[in-house]
């Protein structure tokens, strides 16, 4: 008997200790026994559980579905069952429990109550739910981009790390047959109908967009022409970005294909029209200028005569600097725009260039100062480095103010030479300092103030020093004024002497 009631007593010690809830439960619902860990699952007490039933604790969505099975293990119909079920909390909320129910018999196999075995898993639902949510937002997501994958009107192109297509849009696939008439491995650097914007010279395997992606480049608006036959080709301009991993990782690269041929079309007419005009004014205009320099050495003539017949020649200068400046647009449009290169003593050059701005300078009280070590020599189209400066200090000359200074430095640098010109003028605007090499390009202040220009000089200098594979810059804040940079590299070094080179 001692044994007996030691071993109840056990058994309730266990039932009372155990850190999973536990309750017996009388054949008509009432919950006869509760443990602590059940109380602080529900946040009642003992005394107040016991007096009521499983189902008053229990989530009124899922009542019907409790009544069901508790009837069956009741009954005596089966012996257990296990379920996920909700219970109420006192303070309101919902509680999930793994429930797990076996039924006891006596020794006639009648049944006596059940116990119950209940672990909270709200914590684990509740994790669960967020996943599924997280889950049914990535797959909108993902709906969202493959709609816009397909639908925009530019190609779209994934590449793995190894160079082999993964992807591609239906835009690009519908482009694939101009340039790969014979089909693609799809494969990165494949050879085809592919050339450079002179429409004659092929693009190497290495200059393709897809390899220079696949070797790591980041790139934008890389312009080419795609069709064997000049009259039905295609002009793209393609964009690439890396695509990398969590920690960094390159995976591969994505590259956009928007399709330009209407826009370099427009550019190449409006360029030959440009050249076209330029070449049939050249001729009239030089003849005007032959003409008036004769006229304007007669002594004989008026004073007054004399006058006008100088405002009829600067206006004639004008209109041949500005002719050359469009004929020299469209040679960069025809790609003829090729340095004749020699070595050349810079500091020379830099010194004619400042003379020959002085007049202009000292007519808006604008000092001009140059810094140029002698003996700088450099391998380059003396000519058009010339056109380089003299634009850049025309332009500082123009833009700055009475009291003003320009200064112009020349100096070697590691494999290269540099060129910096520089003012104490109204500056350049955030905003346009982007902008200032387009052509035609004039900036708000400029047009405000009825600055004489057409937008050419900016867009000369750098198309000059991108031929000589060099780099132009500029810094500037408005109302100090602006720095232009310009970086000619020496392949090979600068000889000390340009007269043994």
Partial sequence: MDESLDGAHLWRLTLEHSPIGMNLVALDGRLLMVNRAFCDMLGYDATTLTRRGFQDVSHPDGAEADRLVFARASSGEIDSFRMLKRYVHAEGHAVWGDLSVALVRDGDGHPLHLIAQILDVTEQREREARLEAARAELQREHQTLEAIFEAVSVGLLLIGRDGRYERMNRRHRETMDLPFPDGHAGQAGQLGHVYHLDGETLLTAEEMPSSRAVAGEEFSDFTYWVGRDPRTRAAFSTSARQVRGPDGERLGAALAYQEVTELLRAVQVQDEFVSSVSHELRTPITSVLGYLELLCDHDDLPTDVLAQLHVVRRNA????????????????????????????????????????????????????????????????????????????????????????????????????????????????????????????????????????????????????????AGTVSVESEVGRGSTFRVVLPQPGGVPEDPAGA
Avoid: C
């Fill in 317 to 468: 200068e004008r209109l041949e600097s500005l002719l050359s400046d469009l004929l020299l647009v469209g040679q960069v449009g025809e790609d003829r725009l090729v340095p004749q290169r020699a070595w050349s003593d810079l500091a020379a050059v830099l010194d004619e260039a400042v003379e020959s701005v002085r007049p202009a300078a000292a007519e808006r009280g604008v000092d001009v100062a140059l810094d140029a070590p002698t003996g700088v020599t450099a391998l380059v189209d003396e000519q058009q480095v010339r056109q380089v400066v003299d634009n850049l200090l025309s332009n500082a000359v123009k833009y700055s103010d009475v009291g003003g200074a320009v200064g112009v430095l020349l100096r070697q640098v590691a494999g290269a030479v540099e060129i910096e010109v520089r003012d104490t003028g109204m500056g350049i605007p955030s905003h346009e300092v982007d902008l200032v090499f387009g052509r035609f390009f004039r900036g708000d202040a400029a047009r405000e103030q009825h600055i004489a220009g057409t937008g050419l000089g900016l867009d000369i200098v750098s198309s000059i020093v991108a031929a000589h």
